[in-house]
T-cell receptor, first 111, second 117 residues
Framework: RKEVEQDPGPFNVPEGATVAFNCTYSNSASQSFFWYRQDCRKEPKLLMSVYSSGNEDGRFTAQLNRASQYISLLIRDSKLSDSATYLCVVTAGGGADGLTFGKGTHLIIQP | GAVVSQHPSWVICKSGTSVKIECRSLDFQATTMFWYRQFPKQSLMLMATSNEGSKATYEQGVEKDKFLINHASLTLSTLTVTSAHPEDSSFYIC?????????????FGPGTRLTVL
């Protein structure tokens, strides 16, 4: 069983639409959760941390469900510049803070 | 934000040679650095965790004698791929964390693309 599972997509979405991604993680000891964004052949960049209470940053909303081990990301009013691969990331748990990455969900915003 | 650099950006080498990749934190002291690699269409995989002044902790399946990690200062960690082979061709990315607080944000370098012929 993969540690962090995501739908790889691609998701083709018209500009201005709302799109949501999900991921599930297998390690119940994971303590911290993140969404990263990775552009083609570049390093990942932190988009936002994810909390159980849910958190919002502009057009982006993230949610964590610890009971179901499920993380979501919602993007509203999508822009062309949102086209990227979105990586669901959790910490390894057990006192280690190396990151465990999902394979990513590829998002393409179409004009 | 904090800046992490990597050098070289890309390298092409012959099979059997050793390649050293440098990771530097430019404007903060990195107590802990991490090395990841990413094969095409795969997720980033943690290779090892390196704390300044101590031996690196390697993930299961990563050969410590093949991937030598040195973290001699608070701003520099190096990864040496010894006797590289074509299957070692990958995108190697480091990240650095400031301080000792667990789960502090990690800042990623731009990565090094290694191609072994």
């Amino acid at each position: 069983r993969k540690e962090v599972e995501q739908d790889p997509g691609p998701f083709n979405v018209p500009e201005g639409a709302t799109v949501a991604f999900n991921c599930t993680y297998s390690n119940s000891a994971s303590q911290s959760f993140f969404w990263y964004r990775q552009d083609c052949r570049k390093e990942p960049k932190l988009l936002m941390s994810v909390y159980s209470s849910g958190n919002e940053d502009g057009r982006f909303t993230a949610q964590l469900n610890r009971a179901s081990q499920y993380i979501s990301l919602l993007i509203r009013d999508s822009k062309l510049s949102d086209s990227a691969t979105y990586l669901c990331v959790v910490t390894a748990g057990g006192g280690a803070d190396g990151l465990t990455f999902g394979k990513g969900t590829h998002l393409i915003i179409q004009p | 934000g904090a800046v992490v650099s990597q050098h070289p950006s890309w390298v092409i080498c012959k099979s059997g040679t050793s390649v050293k990749i440098e990771c530097r934190s430019l404007d903060f002291q990195a107590t802990t650095m991490f090395w990841y690699r990413q094969f095409p269409k795969q997720s980033l995989m943690l290779m090892a965790t390196s704390n300044e002044g101590s031996k690196a902790t390697y993930e299961q399946g990563v050969e410590k004698d093949k991937f030598l990690i040195n973290h001699a200062s608070l701003t520099l960690s190096t990864l040496t791929v010894t006797s590289a082979h074509p299957e070692d061709s990958s995108f190697y990315i480091c990240s650095a964390k400031e301080g000792t607080i667990l789960y502090n944000e990690q800042f990623f370098g731009p990565g090094t693309r290694l191609t072994v012929l």
